[in-house]
């Protein structure tokens, strides 16, 4: 049974930082992209950042550009995403998902990712 699990997320205030986990089992998933979506109240989910397999090309949101930093290991089947100078703009549900159908082309739409975490809830305060 392939499963993610998200975790990491929590209260900080502005200007704090937060390391978000994805521990995945059941499948190795070294070949594939892990995106990292966020959805806010009211808002559509969205990518926030991404990477391909091997870790060699990254993809970021414009609003978190400079903040964020996602990265993997796959021998641990994990990625991580690091969210530094965080703003109230960030608090949201964030999700991990892997796209198995592509190794180095990243795709930005939620119909393009294959598995998902349970979410993560972020939650940043003035």
């Known amino acids: 049974q392939v499963q993610l699990v998200d975790s990491g997320g929590g209260l900080v205030q502005a200007g704090g930082s937060l390391r978000l986990s994805c521990a995945a089992s059941g499948r190795d998933f070294s070949t594939s992209i892990i995106g990292w979506f966020r959805q806010a109240p009211g808002k559509e989910r969205e990518l926030a950042a991404a990477?391909?397999?091997?870790?060699?090309?990254?993809y970021y949101a414009d609003s978190v550009k400079g903040r964020f930093s996602i990265s993997r290991d796959n021998g641990k089947n994990t990625a991580y995403l690091q969210m530094n100078s965080l703003k109230l703009e960030d608090t949201a549900v964030y999700y991990c998902?892997?796209?198995?159908?592509?190794?180095?082309?990243?795709?930005?739409?939620?119909?393009?990712?294959?598995?998902w975490g349970q979410g993560t809830q972020v939650t940043v305060s003035s």
């Open positions: 998902a892997v796209d198995i159908h592509r190794a180095s082309t990243i795709a930005r739409t939620v119909e393009a990712y294959d598995y």
């Open positions: 990477i391909t397999s091997k870790g060699i090309t990254t």
